[in-house]
Structures are given as C-alpha cells and as structure tokens.
C-alpha cells in the first residue's frame, strides 16, 4: 500500500492516496514557496521605489495580462501534447527567467522595468504551462474526486503563500531581494523532480490530428453552448476584477494605509494563506454537508461582505483576522467554480475548459488589479476597494433575486460532446 495511506482519512485528503498526485502536488509545493518569496521581496521593492499604488497593481497585472490571450493556446497545446514533458518544460523556462531577476539584483542592476518585463514574459511561459499541469493533475485522480484534487492544489498554492513570505521577510532582513530571487530560482528543480515520477499518460490520436486553432475554436464552441459553463465564466470575471485584486495590493494596503512595512506585508500574505489552507482541508466535508451547488452560492455571497471587513481594519492586527477568513471564503468559490468547468467536459477537453478559467481569471485580475491600483492614487485605496466588494454584492443578490436557484444549481455531469473530427475547421 502507498504511505500515503497512512494520513488522517479526512475526505478532503483523499487525492493524496495516489502517490503521483502526491508526488507533482510536493513539487508544486516547493516551487510556490520560491515564487511567494519573489512576490513578496518584489511587491515591496516596488512599493519602496515608487511609493504608487498603480506602479505596484501595474507590475502583479503584467504577469497576469497574457493570459488574457494566450490560455486558449495553453489548454489546445496541453490536449495534444505529453502534459508530464510540457509542464516540465515550462518549469525550466521560469527557472530560466527567475536566473535573469537573480543575477541582475546580486548585481545591483535590478529596477521597476525589468521587474515588469520579467514579469510579463514569466506570465506568458506561466499561462502556456498551467493547463498542461492542472489537468495533469485531473488525470492522476478519479473523476469524482476532481473537486478534492482542485481544492487541494489551491491548498498548496497557498501553503507557499504561508511559508514563502515568512521566510521572504527573513531573508530581505538578513540580505535583500537578491536572496529570495535565488530562492525561487532553485524551487522550479523541485517540479521537474516531481514530474520524473509520474508515468506518462497517452494522448488521444485525435486530438493530435486536430488542427491547433480547430482545438482551440472547439474549446470555446464548447463553453459557449454550456449555460453552466458560461455562468461560471462570467462569475470568475467578476470575482477576479471586483474582490480578487485585495491579493495584489496587499503590499499597498500594509504600506500606505497601515504604516507598515515589509514585515507586515509578509504577516498579511501568510494569514490569506493560512485560512486558505484551512479551507481547503475543510472543503470536502463542507460540500458534503452542504452540497458543491449550494456551497458555491454561501461563498459568492458572503465574500464581498468579508472583503469589505477587510479594507476597514483599522490595525495589522485585525486585518490579520480579517484577511484569514477572506482567504479561507476566496478558495472555497474559486476551487468550486474551477472544478465545474472541468467536471463538465470529458477528459480529453479539460485542458482547455481549464484555460478558458484562467483566461478569464487572468483578465479580470489584471484588469481589477491595475484599475483600482491606479484609482486608489487618486481618491484612498480603502474607498475604491469598498465601492468594488459593494458593486460584487450587488451583482450577487441580483442574481439571486432575479433567478434565485441559477447560480447554486450549476450541474456538475458532464455534457455532451461529440468526439474529434478530423475535419474540424
């Protein structure tokens, strides 16, 4: 029997009981504790430098910005191709461009423009890659445990978001960014380790014939016929551009509304993180309870409440309290909604149900992030991230109100999809 067997039989664990998923879910682990540590030593680089919160929301919206475009591409590639060598070698490519950030900051060469051209470009590689790994991800679970494997992959994100500013804030103290940028460099040989365990998995002969904009044009044929994909969709724009952006400006919120610094930055990413893996290890008993529909719709209505509680914390110490629950409400709705995309469609079609989701997510993000950076200049941060989370409730009981049962009752099967033609157009 794999050791995995031997943890707790909590239902949210149970994807852990297939040692590939175990094995990939480790290395994605150590490789968000690096990327976390380059986060956080960035945002406040950037903060210090240019003392704007559009120059901060400007760089996080960079990385976030091709996907945008490019996540339709990600998910045709991720169909056709060995998902295992893709994501490696997407792993690689950020190594890569992580080594660039590393030598110019040892250097004392580091400045706002290349932080925002690295970003950008990691963004790219990053939004090409993605679906190939969460649907690899999808493949190492049975389907009915695919919700479980999401949350549980949020989990890990976020336990990087825990670990990583933590030991971000002991590094920068004891010797700068350029640290952390090696940090993070050396995380991405964890991922190509995992990924050297994993048996590959054949690909559908099909879907490799399949003319590549074919691919992608089936994909988005397929989520615009689907009423409950749709809704979905638009639910994930909305969520992204009106509550999201509180992750991206977090260095601005303990810098310039709280009076803090670098350490208070960490203190706040590290409690979104906290709650976030604490939802994650509760979710599968929850949607038991509860039900996934009606769960879904308890977490879309109650996130703009706990959003704006946030942004009126009047100390760290509250908007530590504040931002642990706001963290635990966000993985709770993002993971349902991404899972429903996925669980919708067959196998062969959920890299790119999933790229459609972060197209999505990646575009109301950068959006949000950049706009109500670039507002908060103008008329106080705190007001133009209250007016949002109260436009995001609005939005939400409306739709409650209008078609009261539509956004918990979003099927879960998957549809009917005809099979590969060879003479898709």
């Not at 992204?240 to 670098?262: C, H, K, M, S, W």
Request: include cysteine; aromatic fraction near 8%; proline fraction near 5%.
């Amino acid at each position: 029997m794999p050791s995995s067997h031997r943890l707790p039989r909590l239902a949210s664990l149970r994807p852990f009981e297939h040692p590939g998923y175990f094995a990939v879910w480790m290395g994605a682990l150590i490789s968000n504790i690096g990327t976390w540590m380059e986060t956080v030593a960035m945002g406040v680089y950037v903060t210090q430098t240019t003392g704007r919160a559009e120059s901060t929301g400007a760089i996080v919206a960079l990385s976030f910005l091709p996907a945008v475009i490019l996540s339709p591409v990600g998910g045709a590639l991720a169909d056709r191709f060995d998902r295992r060598a893709y994501a490696a070698f997407g792993a690689v490519l950020q190594a890569a461009l992580a080594g660039v950030l590393t030598v110019l900051a040892f250097r004392g060469q580091l400045t706002v423009p290349v932080i925002g051209v690295i970003s950008f470009l990691n963004g790219c590689v990053s939004t090409l890659t993605y679906p190939a790994f969460g649907a690899l991800l999808a493949e190492l679970v049975p389907p009915e445990e695919l919700h479980l494997s999401t949350s549980l992959n949020s989990a890990q994100f976020n336990l990087g978001r825990i670990l990583g500013p933590t030991l971000a804030a002991l590094v920068l103290q004891a010797g700068g960014p350029a640290w952390a940028l090696l940090a993070n460099t050396l995380s991405f040989f964890a991922v190509l380790v995992a990924l050297s365990r994993v048996v590959p998995q054949p690909r559908d002969a099909t879907a490799k014939r399949e003319p590549l904009w074919a691919g992608i044009r089936r994909g988005i044929t397929v989520a615009r016929d689907d009423e409950d994909i749709s809704l979905v969709l638009v639910a994930t724009f909305f969520v992204a551009a009106l509550v999201a952006p509180f992750i991206g400006l977090v260095p601005v919120f303990a810098i310039r509304e709280l009076g803090q610094g670098a350490a208070a930055t960490s203190l706040l990413v590290t409690c979104q993180g906290a709650g976030a893996v604490t939802a994650a290890l509760g979710v599968g008993t929850l949607a038991e309870l509860f039900g996934q529909r009606r769960l879904r719709g308890y977490a879309a209505t109650s996130i703009a409440a706990l959003s704006g509680i946030y942004w009126l914390a009047p100390t760290l110490q509250v908007a530590a309290v504040c931002i642990f629950f706001l963290g635990a409400n966000y993985l709770v709705l993002m993971s349902s909604l991404s899972a429903s995309c996925q669980n919708r469609v067959p196998r062969q079609l959920q890299a790119r149900m999933g790229s459609l989701y972060s197209m999505v997510l990646g575009a109301g993000y950068s959006l949000g992030v950049w706009f109500q950076g670039a507002l908060a200049d103008r008329v106080g941060l705190r007001f133009v991230a209250l007016s949002t989370s109260a436009i995001f409730l609005a939005l939400v009981l409306t739709l409650r109100m209008l078609r009261p049962t539509r956004f918990e009752n979003v099927a879960e099967a998957p549809s009917e999809v005809q099979p590969f033609s060879d003479s898709s157009h």
